[in-house]
């Protein structure tokens, strides 16, 4: 597969292992809860609706790598997602074969994605256009419409430069979370992980090292990008500080609409919705 049609020919990502991080502990009882959506789901794409997130890290000392640190993730996530295993989940129909969706905990897990692209993380980040090339690395798979309940919600990808530097590519359905959801379980999982690999007593691999395991990355038939190629959305989340002039809901999103159309190039539609998080946590 190729990163972007904007980069050279040459530059080419390969696929090198696709695992599956499940929680801990098994998930009980199990959590659902129900989806009402369109009964003619093809039509519109509700499905496929995603939000993307791309970390990149240059490579700060020697044993520094991406393939290292797929490992280690695959232990963390498995904590992190002991405490949030709907993330784990799948879709479901309730009833007979034409009910409407639910999302359970079925622990079925978060799909781990390992990578690597000839090319060298300071060029890509130089790119004048790296929205086409950035979705080679968050990976997704569309889902199934007939048959949703196979289909992931949540993928994470790790891709290694050839210059030692390495991104986490992390996809995640919009029917599983939100943008403040997400968010917080990010935080939370990155906590998690730097305290479980902060102490100096640790083995020089983790369990899950590819390298290690004789793998070589390599392309892998059949694994599609689904509709990556497509033009996506953009999000934009507004955090304002403590020290902010009190401001209706209205008021405060006439701010947004215009700071979002300044930051993305393009006037919103007439018809849209807008999440506001209250210092207490709350959603409104």
Known sequence: ???????????????????????????????SFRLTVPQNLSSTGILQRRFHVLFCYNKTRDEDSGWLLAGRIKESLGRALQEQPLLAGRLRRCGDSGGDLEIVSNDSGVRLVEASVEHKLADFLELRDKDDAGAELV???????????FSPLFYVQV?????????IGITCSLLLVDPFLL?????????L??????????PEFPTFYLPKLGKSAGSSAGLQMGSNEQKL????????????????????????????????ATKMASN????????MGTLR
């Open 1 to 31: 597969m190729a990163l972007s049609s904007t980069l050279n020919n040459d530059y080419k990502l390969s696929i090198a292992a696709v695992q599956t991080v499940v929680p801990t502990n098994p998930t009980d009882p199990r959590q």
């Open 139 to 149: 990976f997704w798979e569309d889902f199934t419409e007939d048959n949703p309940q």
């Open 159 to 167: 891709t290694n430069f050839t210059c030692g530097g390495y991104s």
């Open 183 to 191: 968010s917080n379980f990010l935080k939370r999982w990155a906590d």
């Open 193 to 202: 992980h730097n305290t479980m690999f902060s102490r100096t007593d640790l």
């Open 233 to 264: 959305p953009q999000s934009v989340i507004f955090k304002l500080p403590k020290k902010f002039p009190e401001l209706d809901d209205k008021n405060l999103a006439a701010l947004c609409i215009k700071e979002a159309e300044r930051e993305v």
């Open 272 to 279: 849209f919705c807008i999440f506001v998080k209250a210092p």
